[in-house]
């Protein structure tokens, strides 16, 4: 089980640019979240999918931020135009549908900067 | 709101014993996890608890009141690779997302 796989690992961009940020998810993890980790918020969720769907997205902050899950295999998080105040540490996550206490796996996360 | 409150730093002797404490508003509660962070990765799963009492894995321990809304962490025979941040998370109504709390960035030191 290679477990969620995030790229890139780093990015470093100028304000004003497009990010786009990528998740594979768990095979046949039914559910996919993106968290976003500051010092001062700590994990805040921006939007969850469920079967590819999404769920909720009360936590985007923004127009700016948007998310699609094309497949079971495959989600971004685009932020189109990035802000200094962007900068974070971006995770994704994946859980079986299972029962509501299945643990999440995160996946190693985006170090995002923006300039 | 789901506030879910947790000290901010703690630090520990090597060899010692740690509790971290959580504690989280009760409505619509369904389940609570611990989450260990070391710098620069992922959370990784510890624990879960939904029943009242004490889990325990190893060197490490869960606890909840769920009456009281309250959990703690129990770290015993420190090691310095324990030295992380430990996240509190809660699962309320319906099958929705974890809400995290801000995390216990714990030292230990020799």
């Known amino acids: 089980d290679a477990g969620v796989i995030q790229s890139p690992r780093h990015e470093v961009t100028e304000m004003g640019q497009e990010v786009t940020l990528r998740c594979k998810p768990i095979?046949?993890?039914?559910?996919l979240f993106w968290y976003r980790q500051t010092m001062m918020r700590g994990l805040e969720l921006l939007i969850y999918f469920n079967n590819n769907v999404p769920i909720d997205d009360s936590g985007m902050p923004e127009d700016r931020f948007s998310a699609k899950m094309p497949n079971a295999s495959f989600s971004t998080l685009k932020i189109q135009p990035s802000e200094p105040r962007d900068s974070a540490v971006y995770f994704c996550a994946s859980r079986s549908r299972g029962s509501y206490n299945s643990p999440l796996h995160f996946g190693n996360g985006t170090r995002l900067t923006v300039t | 709101g789901q506030n879910i409150d947790q000290p901010t730093e703690m630090t520990a002797t090597e060899g010692a014993i740690v509790q971290i404490n959580c504690t989280y508003q009760?409505?619509?509660?369904?389940?609570l996890f611990w989450y260990q962070q070391h710098a620069g990765e992922a959370p990784t799963f510890l624990s879960y608890n939904v029943l009242d009492g004490l889990e325990e894995k190893g060197r490490f321990s869960s606890f909840l009141s769920r009456s009281k809304g309250y959990s703690y962490l129990l770290l015993k025979e420190l090691q310095m690779k324990d030295s992380a941040s430990y996240l509190c998370a809660v699962s309320f109504a319906g099958n929705t997302p974890l809400v995290f709390g801000k995390g216990t960035r714990l030292s230990v030191i020799a």
């Open positions: 095979s046949g993890h039914d559910y």
């Open positions: 009760t409505s619509g509660f369904n389940g």
